[in-house]
């Protein structure tokens, strides 16, 4: 995944988590970090975290194979991210 200036390609969803801690996330092509449509589901496992020498902070290895579509994470995703947006709307229209 890699995003510029919030264009790109991130998951979202964390969803059916196994005993060992894999879950399916859905890749989303992104404008300014908002999803605009799936580009695949993946089973994910969290591998190591490593600390880094030069950069601040750590990095985490991921493992991911492809899974069907869950079309469930799809839509609640949209449901969550833009349903926020049209309520704030609505307020803001609402209350001004």
Known sequence: MYSFNGIGTTLYGKREVEADGSYIATKWFVILLLPIFPLGSYRVWRGKTKAT????????????????????????????IYGIFILAFGLLIYFS
Request: glycine share 4%; net charge negative.
């Open 53 to 80: 020498f030069l950069l601040p902070g750590a990095s985490t290895e991921y493992k991911m194979i492809t899974v069907q579509l869950n079309w469930e994470q799809v839509f609640n995703t949209y449901f969550v």
